[in-house]
């Protein structure tokens, strides 16, 4: 059965878990699933060994079903991130234009409302936000007060056109920054959907880890097999770290 065929048997399954189930993964996930999958490799050779000791075939065949699915989860959520990403590219690389046709419109149409009190709180009212939103947002309104209010630009030799632009770019720049923005203020339903799937794989895969490190507890590498070697390197770069901090503190000491 391909992975993409465990994850569409298995998404209603995933949806279900419950948000306060939900757990977050203290590695890569895409390292996790690989280790995983390392894992079942080796419990399937092994299985003759921890079935005696109360192990399931079926919950082996479940974990690998749902690791499969955790596969095609993460890979959506990846490409998410790089539209995402290249979004941000985009963003960067268009903003300095859009900042600097804000300010000419602004430049100009402060001069030529000058004797204007009322235009001019509009001005005051349009300047006040300085965010990125503040900022499409001002394009739009700069765009539509200058389309209002035409006969004072063009006599300053002003080209009435930007104001087009301008509403023009609000509305692109606007879905530009949305596409940036969108994940930061709510989840994303293809990041809940992999945070779900992870849950789901880690209860199935922490229970064959406690089997197999049982089985061999004996066997010291074999059963090193039933855990993460990232995070076996991870304490062991930390209480490196830690070791040499406690060696410089010593000799400054002394």
Same mark, same amino acid.
């Given at each position: ?15 279900? !878990? *419950? ?7 203290? &590695?890569? =996930?895409?390292?996790? $699933? ?5 894992? $079942? #490799? !080796? @419990? ?19 974990? /690998? ?9 993460? %890979? ?9 990403? +290249? @979004?941000? *590219? *985009? ?8 900042? /600097? ?10 001069? @030529? ?12 009212? $349009?300047? /006040? ?8 947002? +001002? ?21 009435? %056109?930007?104001?087009?632009? @301008? ?12 596409? !940036? ?21 880690? #209860? ?17 590498? #074999?059963? &090193?097999?039933?855990?993460? *070697? ?22 400054? =000491?002394?």
């Amino acid at each position: 059965m391909s992975e993409q065929q465990n994850y569409d048997d298995s998404l209603v399954e995933i949806k279900a !878990v *419950k948000n306060e189930n939900v757990k977050h993964c203290s &590695m890569p =996930v895409g390292m996790y $699933i690989q280790e995983i999958k390392a894992m $079942i #490799h !080796v @419990a399937k050779e092994d299985l003759p060994l921890l079935t005696p000791v109360g192990y399931t075939a079926e919950n082996l065949t479940k974990l /690998e079903v749902l690791t499969g699915a955790l596969s095609i989860a993460q %890979a959506i959520w990846d490409t998410q991130l790089t539209a995402q990403k +290249d @979004a941000q *590219k *985009k963003w960067q690389k268009d903003a300095p234009a859009m900042f /600097e046709l804000i300010r000419d419109l602004n430049d100009n149409m402060r001069f @030529a409302y000058r004797k204007n009190d009322e235009l001019q709180e509009i001005l005051d009212e $349009i300047n /006040e936000g300085d965010s990125n939103a503040d900022a499409v947002m +001002d394009l739009l309104r700069l765009g539509t007060l200058g389309n209002n209010n035409q006969e004072p630009l063009t006599g300053i030799g002003f080209d009435i %056109a930007k104001c087009n632009t @301008a509403i023009s770019e609000s509305e692109r720049m606007g879905a530009l920054l949305a596409e !940036v923005n969108g994940s930061l203020y709510v989840d994303d339903d293809r990041k809940v959907i992999r945070d779900k799937a992870y849950s789901l794989v880690k #209860h199935y895969a922490d229970d064959l880890k406690e089997y197999g490190q049982f089985v061999f507890r004996d066997e010291e590498e #074999h059963a &090193m097999l039933y855990s993460s *070697k990232y995070l076996r390197n991870k304490k062991a770069e930390y209480r490196r770290k830690k070791k040499e901090e406690e060696n410089t503190q010593e000799e400054t =000491v002394s």
